[in-house]
């Protein structure tokens, strides 16, 4: 069995998942392998890995020749001088089961370190941990975040390319940054989705991110995005019509209806999320504000209607792209319907938002309209109170 398979199992068995497909064997195998149950140690885990992963770098040459970029192994010593022995100042961001340092190498360089938390013993958030290296160490694409290296002494660390410009969400709602303005707009949401239809249908195991949001996509310094963030992320089989898992994690605001209720995860998870973002984008609002307003539901009646001013950010002051705006909305208004099957895929996404209503995508679609019925149930599923900007789990 390769790391890669192992990784699958741990994906495919961890937290009481299930699994779905044309058929339903008794037993599930990845290449005609049967999964192993075997435990195994998460250091032997992560050793094996990075070994696989430094060996399939090394191999692999790009088409001009020259050699891809290698995952470094970096001792703890160099990352603790980085990130002033992982002094509080430096933090940048914290998830469900990580800290983000701010570091500096010897040569200037800008890295993030990604720390497994100190005081987390939980065995599920190691091996979520482990899984965001495996996947994030076998994806190559510009709007996807590159692993630099990692290092496994005195813990678990990822270390990525620090992102100056910071993430998605603090560029639209943070305070001190200036206004983000439609071109910039625009491109990000084209990165994301590029980089979620590199994820779905080109790596050679199909990836769920499972957590698309705005803190989750870093910003370069020409505003290019990259989706990060991978402790969430599922193989999916090529076999397999989804997963079903338990519990539900992920970030309120932005969870589908049927991975919501029933815990699927599949493609349209993530393209429901994207919609999301899409009008996180647009509006400049957050998914559910102070006063636990759903966006989804405020922003539901003026998709329908029409009113892309309403809908704008205040902040845009009417400087857009009139053509542009209508085919995000337009996409948006496609990607967040309650019933996965009228969620459109990422390729038709691209096309969506390029295209519009010229698009052959487009002349398939009948223009959403959204029932009472509909409402309701969206209603019922984000009306919830919740923590504000809290994740689930």
Known sequence: MTVLEALEDDSCSARGTKVAGSSSPKVSKFKGQTCIKKHMSPYKLISSLFSCLLGKR???LSSKGKENHLIKCFSYEEISNATNNFHSDNIVGRGGYSEVYRGDLPDGTAIAVKRLANDNKDETKEKEFLTELGIIG???????????????????????????????????HGKTSASLDWPMRYKIALGVARGLHYLHKCCKHRIIHRDIKASNVLLGLDYEPQISDFGLAKWLPNKWTHHAVIPIE???????????????????????????????????????????????????????????????????KGK????????????????????????????????????GHDSDVQKSWRMP?????????????????????????
């Open 369 to 393: 309209k959204f029932t009472f019925d509909e409402l309701d149930d969206y209603s019922r599923v984000f009306g919830y109170e919740v923590p504000f900007e809290e994740e689930i789990l």
């Open 320 to 355: 857009y792209d009139e053509d542009e705006m209508h085919r995000t909305v337009l996409t948006a208004c496609y990607c967040v319907r309650q019933s996965a099957v009228w969620r459109p895929s990422m390729s038709e996404v691209l096309k969506l938002l390029m295209t």
């Open 138 to 172: 076998h994806v190559c694409h510009p709007n996807t975040a590159t692993l630099v290296g990692c290092c496994i002494e005195n813990g678990l660390y990822l270390i990525f390319n620090f992102s100056e410009k910071g993430t998605l969400a603090s560029a639209l």
């Open 250 to 316: 992920g970030t309120f605001g932005y969870l589908a209806p049927e991975y919501f209720m029933h815990g699927i995860v599949d493609e349209k998870i993530d393209v429901f999320a994207f919609g999301v973002l899409l009008l996180e984008i647009i509006t400049g609002r957050r998914p559910v504000d102070s006063s636990k307003q759903s966006l989804l539901l405020w922003a539901k009646p003026l998709m329908e209607s029409g009113n892309i001013t309403e809908l704008a950010d205040p902040k845009l």
């Open 58 to 60: 090394k191999a692999s």
